[in-house]
């Protein structure tokens, strides 16, 4: 899987590389876990930061995606005597769609799929402790997302984009005494982009354009 992984990610490079478009891209927004786990099976929202580079046809890129916690959800466990939170980090490659007349400098439809390495981390904190008493990180596994939003202009190729995400992936081999479950999560996409044209899609897009302004 790691090979994988690895081929992946230098194919991803290699296109980017030699693409008629990038995309690049900042984001967070709003996480909302979907744990199946019974005693994380309360919804608890947490926000992110993360980037996104991308490149190919002005209507489809390949690209990389990196992701951390801004801060964590956490859960009440042991009667609220103790309580648990979750840290990640993720990072994969996706394809990303935009359905648009012309994706750098106009109103689109974004639909994406990605394939990553989600890593948990575990912190234990005593019910008032700001620091954790034990932590314990996951083995790193493959997971996936799918996402749909829209993405609109705010000057030029700057763009604004929203959309929801749906991650999912397994957390096994845990702590001693936690069964294998799903960790997955709901989020609330906003980022801000930045989408860049070359060789014969920038002379397309600068065609017309002039000729929709006469």
Known sequence: MKKLMLTL??????????????????????????????????????????FKL??????V??????RQHLNNPAFEILNGS???????TYYGAFIRGNISSLPAYRFGLILSAGMGYYIPTANTYLAE??????????EKNLGYNFYIGVSAPIFAQL?????????????????????NYAGNYHCIHVG????????????????VITTRRR
Request: one cysteine or more.
């Open 82 to 88: 103790s309580k648990i939170d979750f840290d990640e």
């Open 192 to 207: 801000l982009s930045g989408n860049f044209v070359f060789g014969n899609t920038q002379k397309r897009c600068r065609r």
């Open 129 to 138: 402790s700001s620091e954790p008493i034990s932590s314990f990180e996951y």
């Open 9 to 50: 990610s230098c194919m991803a490079i290699g296109y980017v590389a030699f693409s008629q478009q990038l995309f690049f891209e900042v984001y967070s927004g709003y996480h909302l876990t979907d744990y199946d786990y019974q005693p994380y099976e309360e919804s608890m929202g947490y926000f992110p930061i993360g």
């Open 54 to 59: 991308a490149g190919g046809h002005e209507h």
């Open 159 to 179: 763009h604004w984009e929203i959309g929801y995400q749906y991650n999912m992936v397994n957390r096994e081999n845990g702590p001693a005494g936690i069964p």
């Open 61 to 66: 890129q390949l690209g990389v995606d990196y």
